[in-house]
């Protein structure tokens, strides 16, 4: 085992009552490391989070924490070692937020579970890190979910374990809180040195905040490797079997499949003017064209998507007269041109043309109703 690795797992089986879910699963997370899950809904990523916190049984294989068998453990020991997030809502009756940080001192004290004058400011350390110090004497059931996720991963930092697992920690959170809760991760991983393994259903996040992804499908790890490795291609739409749709690795969206039929509306694109219309175009169900595009354009991934047709052009090459001659076909055929570029350079002058051809048709409009 690497000296940095604080978590290994060999030929993995995971799953409930002798049915195997994922199989054979074998990978390590190294101190400092953020490791995400990713897979369809019930491909068994929160089973394989569960067994390595030896809440559910190894049905074969070998998991380590720091160097030794999870099976020789004692329940005490895992708690120093490895700390658990599940994203199912915590009910803590009578107990303020700054009781439940303070159970993650428990694992440190005796029989009796009392707790020091250290252990206490231990979670209030971890409290103000998160940002929920103000809540410390509220009442659990009385604040919110983003704060509840909050306080619940004060709870896990005042366990000061070397392996955070967080089941989906930003469900039920707003965009601010998943920011916020994904930023304080990756800050603990690389000041504290923690190996932070966890599943998300957010590709965007997963894509932004790991370090190693894990694609669990079809009972097994699919494919590990570093988010460039795993985003790249039509890999995720394989992954999750997306027939509805497309999902464009370089920005970490999903877009919806574009209207059949033949386009009743050209589009003259172009430096992201055109993406509003064509999501607004998407949303009334009609069918419409776009060009010519620069491969490299921010609207080409969205034109691709949405639209029943693109006239494209190369990188970085003037728009050429073949594109325009295809684009004026294709104008011909729809009852209204749109085009909010209001100036053109050197490398779309030719465009001009098509807006030129729309005026002089009466077709070109600056806006539409639904």
Known sequence: MNQKEVLQTDALSVGYSKKIIVDRLTFSVSAGEICTLIGPNGAGKSTVLKTVAA???????????CGDSLSLLQEKDISRRLSLLLTQKITAERMTCGDVAETGRYPYTGTLGILSAEDKKIARDAMQLVGASH????????????????????????????????DEPTSFLDIGHKLHIL?????????????????????DLAQKFSDTVICVHNGTAERIG???????????????????????????TAEPSAESGEPEIFVIGGGGAGIPVYRKLHRMGIPFAVGVLHENDLEYPVASAL????????????????????????????????????????????????????????????????
């Open 226 to 252: 570093t988010p460039e490795e795993i985003f790249s291609g039509d890999y995720i739409s394989q992954l999750y079997e997306i027939q509805n749709g497309i999902y464009d690795p370089r920005f970490g």
């Open 183 to 203: 930023s304080l991760l990756r800050r603990l991983a690389k000041e504290r040195q923690i190996a932070v393994i966890q599943s998300l259903h957010e590709l």
């Open 307 to 370: 639209a029943s047709a693109v006239i494209t052009e190369k990188a970085f090459e003037p728009v050429s007269e073949d594109a325009v001659r295809k684009a004026s076909a294709l104008m011909e055929q729809c009852r209204q041109v749109i085009c909010f570029i209001s100036s053109f350079g050197t490398m779309n002058q030719r465009n001009e043309t098509l807006k030129n051809q729309a005026v002089d048709s009466g077709k070109l409009c600056t806006e539409f109703a639904e």
């Open 135 to 166: 809540l410390y004497d509220t009442d659990f059931r009385q604040i919110s979910d983003g704060q509840r996720q909050c306080v619940m991963l004060a709870r896990a930092i005042a366990q000061q374990p070397k392996i955070l697992l967080l």
């Open 55 to 65: 809440q559910l049984p190894v049905l074969s294989g070998n998991i380590a924490l």
